[in-house]
């Protein structure tokens, strides 16, 4: 993946993967090592939760589509290498809070999803 080409977005939006969508993944340790770096990575890069916890979610039988997803999002991380989380030492000691909810949006078992992100300074922090 060295050489591939980087893109802006590390999800396609609407994407609906579920448990049978195409053929299995030959290789599933490879997966299963690459995702479980992403999990590791998201501590550092919250831009990566929501994609990486969708790709988790398959690692029992990753199939041909998960695997697509696995790649685009590092094709992101590619395209984001200069990103990550700056305080300012001259922000103001403020804490914001945002919060969104996607009813009904799994495919699998038709949960909701839903994320938060708190901010202190200038940083995220959760």
Not at 6 to 16: D, F, L
Not at 60 to 72: A, E, G, S
Not at 111 to 118: A, E
Request: aromatic content about 10%; hydrophobic content about 35%; charged content about 20%.
């Amino acid at each position: 993946m060295t050489g591939c080409k980087p893109i802006s977005i590390p999800m396609e939006q609407n994407v609906k993967l579920s448990a049978d969508d195409g053929d299995l993944v030959e290789d599933t340790i490879m997966y299963r090592c690459i995702v479980g770096s992403l999990i590791y990575m998201t501590i550092t890069r919250p831009d990566l939760n929501y994609a990486v916890g969708v790709v988790s979610q398959f690692m029992q039988t990753p199939q041909k589509p998960h695997l697509d997803v696995v790649r685009r999002i590092l094709r992101y991380i590619k395209h984001t290498l200069q990103c990550g989380i700056f305080y300012e030492a001259k922000s103001q000691l403020q804490v914001h809070g945002y919060t969104d909810v996607d009813w009904d949006g799994n495919v699998l078992d038709k949960r909701s999803t839903n994320g938060f992100m708190f901010f202190f300074r200038s940083g995220d922090v959760s």
